[in-house]
């Protein structure tokens, strides 16, 4: 069936550090995919999604690629703050994004001044 | 923006007894929810959809008797963990979506930590 799995975590980085969290995943068809946020004592937070290959998502200097040819969506910001610590979660749907979804096991990013 | 509670953020039961989690849509009408559960270090795996007024649909593997899903409003749905035992222990997460929205516009609760001693 559909997974989704991304790199294990906890992430540290000094603040103003490139950020990657790396998603692959498996699915029949084209899938919908998505990066959800989750800040400490909050439900999950949609961040940016992607509906078809080659689309870029974007949202609070995050952004990530739909990599159908390397079945990828990887997560970058340029330069974290200290605000950007959080649990991350990778997602996908199904085509037309209308169907459940399924996460990944999330990745936790702690970011220090 | 739309937001999701859910009530309580922890219990603690002992074997045996029966728990309710409630989630609430506070700002829309929420005609389907979602249930949740979370393993540490684990995905977020779908217990159960549930809409408004009709009986809830379970994942494979998910017990229905023990999993009690109520969704009697536009702004409530209930999950009961009956008989709980501590393998139940868990976190659980709901999400509310408004009607006609693909299912990535889900408003999801803070969760609530359930442990069974």
């Known amino acids: 069936g559909d997974s989704v799995t991304q790199m294990e975590g906890p992430v540290t980085l000094s603040e103003e550090a490139f950020l990657t969290i790396n998603c692959t995943y498996t699915?029949?068809?084209?899938?919908?995919l998505f990066w959800y946020v989750q800040y400490p004592g909050e439900g999950l937070q949609l961040l940016l999604k992607?509906?078809?290959?080659?689309d870029k998502g974007s949202n609070k200097g995050f952004e990530a690629t739909y990599r159908k040819e390397t079945t990828s969506f990887h997560l970058e910001k340029g330069s974290v703050q200290v605000s950007d610590s959080a649990v991350y979660f990778c997602?996908?749907?199904?085509?037309?994004?209308?169907?459940?979804?399924?996460f990944g096991a999330g990745t936790r990013l702690a970011v220090h001044p | 923006g739309a937001v999701v509670s859910q009530h309580p953020s922890w219990v603690i039961c002992k074997s045996g007894t029966s728990v309710k989690i409630e989630c609430r849509s506070l700002?829309?009408?929420?005609?389907?929810m979602f249930w949740y559960r979370q393993f540490p270090k684990q995905s977020l795996m779908l217990m159960a959809t549930?809409?408004?007024?009709?009986?809830?649909?379970?994942e494979q593997g998910v017990e229905k008797d023990k999993f009690l899903i109520n969704h009697a409003s536009l702004t409530l749905s209930t999950l009961t963990v009956t008989s709980a035992h501590p393998e139940d222990s868990s976190f659980y997460i709901c999400?509310?979506?408004?009607?006609?929205?693909?299912?990535?516009?889900?408003?999801f609760g803070p969760g609530t930590r359930l442990t069974v001693t």
């Open positions: 992607a509906t078809k290959a080659d």
């Open positions: 700002d829309f009408q929420a005609t389907t």
């Open positions: 699915a029949t068809g084209y899938p919908s």
């Open positions: 549930s809409n408004e007024g009709s009986k809830a649909t379970y």
């Open positions: 999400s509310a979506r408004d009607s006609d929205r693909a299912a990535y516009e889900q408003y």
């Open positions: 997602a996908l749907s199904g085509a037309g994004g209308y169907n459940k979804l399924i």
